[in-house]
């Protein structure tokens, strides 16, 4: 009865790698997003959509893609990884005018 | 920019004490102000919520106070446990328009037996 989930748990690569990390809520919500936790556990929001369509866009790296399938999946895909993209990564999701719930994480190395 | 803006950064408190976190806000159209815990190693978790039409909202051990004028909203966690020991997160958004939420930076809190 997992709410929002997200695969793998762990990613270990090397740089100028390209990974993938994906993401399903079942919770019904029209909103899913992805958060990136860095080591000073700063949450910056990264991408969201609504709906299968893109809405909020933050100043990330177009080696950053994401992609909806459908309004229960958001996966992240990462071209050409670097030291600097190590973090945590959070799928997260809501519904319109209520709180955000988080998906476990992703702790992202790169080596 | 930082728009919502928490301390202490870490807190340190005795069991039994009543740990205080503060935040501090810019964005009058903010309007839903949601606390969250986060344990090492999972995803932050939703604690607790309040919207500016209420002063204080209490949850078990969990208490908001709100001050809309200040621009303020503060955590307060009464008879505190060491199973309460995380880092816990303020946040702020815009309800009506796609949620972009603003997080504080986060307080680490330690409560000690």
């Known amino acids: 009865d997992t709410a929002v989930s997200q695969t793998p748990k762990y990613l270990v690569t090397q740089m100028g790698n390209d990974k993938s990390i994906k993401c399903e809520q079942n919770l019904g919500h029209d909103t899913m997003y992805w958060y990136k936790q860095d080591s000073k556990k700063f949450l910056k929001i990264m991408f969201s959509y609504n709906n299968k369509e893109l809405i909020i866009n933050e100043t990330v790296p177009n080696r950053f893609s994401p992609k909806s399938p459908d309004k229960a999946h958001l996966n992240l895909h990462i071209n050409s990884l670097e030291l600097g993209d190590s973090a945590v990564y959070f799928c997260a999701s809501s519904q319109a005018g209520r709180a955000v719930y988080f998906g476990p994480g992703t702790r992202l190395t790169v080596l | 920019q930082q728009q919502v803006k928490q301390s202490p950064q870490s807190l340190i408190v005795q069991k039994g004490g009543i740990p205080i976190i503060n935040c501090a806000y810019e964005n009058t159209a903010f309007d839903y102000f949601p606390w969250y815990q986060q344990f090492p190693g999972k995803g932050p978790a939703l604690l607790i919520a309040?919207?500016?039409?209420?002063s204080e909202k209490k949850e078990g051990r969990f208490t908001i106070s709100f001050n809309k004028s200040a621009k303020q909203f503060s955590l307060h966690i009464m008879d505190s446990q060491p199973g309460d020991s995380a880092t816990y997160f303020c946040?702020?958004?815009?309800?009506?328009?796609?949620?972009?939420?603003?997080f504080g930076t986060g307080t680490k809190l330690q409560v000690i037996p």
């Open positions: 309040i919207r500016p039409d209420v």
């Open positions: 946040a702020a958004f815009y309800s009506g328009g796609y949620q972009k939420v603003t």
